[in-house]
Structure formats: C-alpha cells, structure tokens
C-alpha cells in the first residue's frame, strides 16, 4: 500500500507541471510613443508572423515575415523592413482592449512556436521605463524588464 501510495505522488508531481506559452514576444512603448513588438529568438529561429485584432471586432493588421532576415522589432502598425503587410484594416490604436499573436519558425529544426496575449493601451502606458509586457506562464499579459524578458527567452530555448 505504501509502494502505491508514492508513486502516486510521484505520478503527480511529474504530470502536475507542465510549460507555459513560449516567451517569443513582447510590448513596449517607444521613445516616440508607437508600440513596439519584440522577438525573443532562439538560435536559428526567425519571425514569421504577427497578428492584432481589436477585442471589440472589426479590421486587424496582420504581416508576414519575408524570407531572409526580418527584423526582430517592430513597430505595430507600420510596415517593417523584412516584412509583408497582409492586413491593414487596423490603422490606429485607441481605448480597450487589443489581442496579439505572434508566431515564429526553425526553432530546434523547423518546429514553429507561437505566443498570444491580450493588452491594453493604458497597460502599456503603465509600465515603469525599462519594462515591456509579456506573457507569463498563464499566458497573461505581465509587465517585466527587458532582461527578465530576454532571460525568459533564453530560457525557452
């Protein structure tokens, strides 16, 4: 019964933690006051895409990496170089609430990864110099400095 009853326990420990969403991305306001997206790569992993939709429905800007080297920054709304505007329904940023998908390509061969979290415009604004937002482990937008985001990144790999 004993036997039983441990490796219960370590059957539970061993399926109780599972990862989070990759930390391949995340926000900040600029010094010009645009939003900026943020790849966290690993080596060898480049950008492919990146999406934003207004929770309240309507356009979205949607852009795909072109092939070679795309830059690893951004500002949302802008074309960038590297980059393919698909979707430019979205042209401005206001009040509420704004989800972003990002996904990338060749981590650990071609496997890709992808990170999704929601923001907002005042939490943005909120963040202490130095801080971006980014997706926990639950998957929640969560302010963090830029070298806890890169440390997050580095991590994943």
Do not use: H
């Given at each position: 019964?004993r036997?039983?009853?441990?490796?219960?326990?370590?059957?539970?420990?061993?399926t109780?933690?599972?990862?989070?969403?990759?930390?391949?991305?995340?926000?900040h306001?600029?010094?010009?006051?645009?939003?900026?997206?943020?790849?966290?790569?690993?080596?060898?992993?480049?950008?492919?895409?990146?999406?934003?939709?207004?929770?309240?429905?309507g356009?979205?800007w949607?852009?795909?990496?072109?092939?070679?080297?795309?830059?690893?920054?951004?500002?949302?709304?802008?074309?960038?170089?590297?980059?393919?505007?698909t979707?430019?329904?979205?042209?401005?940023?206001?009040?509420?609430?704004?989800?972003?998908?990002?996904?990338?390509?060749?981590y650990?061969?071609?496997?890709?990864?992808?990170?999704?979290?929601?923001?907002?415009?005042?939490?943005?604004?909120?963040?202490?110099?130095?801080?971006?937002l980014?997706?926990?482990?639950?998957?929640?937008a969560?302010?963090?400095?830029?070298?806890?985001?890169?440390?997050?990144?580095?991590e994943?790999?």
């Open positions: 019964m036997r039983i009853a441990v490796m219960l326990m370590a059957l539970g420990v061993l109780g933690c599972t990862p989070g969403p990759s930390p391949i991305a995340a926000l306001l600029g010094a010009d006051g645009r939003v900026k997206l943020l790849y966290g790569l690993c080596e060898g992993e480049q950008p492919r895409s990146a999406s934003l939709a207004p929770g309240s429905g356009g979205t949607t852009v795909l990496a072109l092939d070679g080297k795309p830059a690893a920054e951004l500002t949302l709304l802008e074309k960038a170089p590297g980059w393919e505007q979707s430019a329904e979205l042209d401005a940023l206001g009040p509420g609430r704004y989800f972003l998908e990002v996904t990338t390509g060749g650990r061969g071609n496997q890709r990864r992808n990170a999704r979290f929601d923001f907002t415009l005042d939490g943005l604004r909120g963040l202490a110099d130095g801080q971006v980014a997706a926990d482990a639950d998957g929640k969560t302010p963090m400095t830029r070298g806890e985001f890169a440390e997050r990144a580095r994943s790999c």
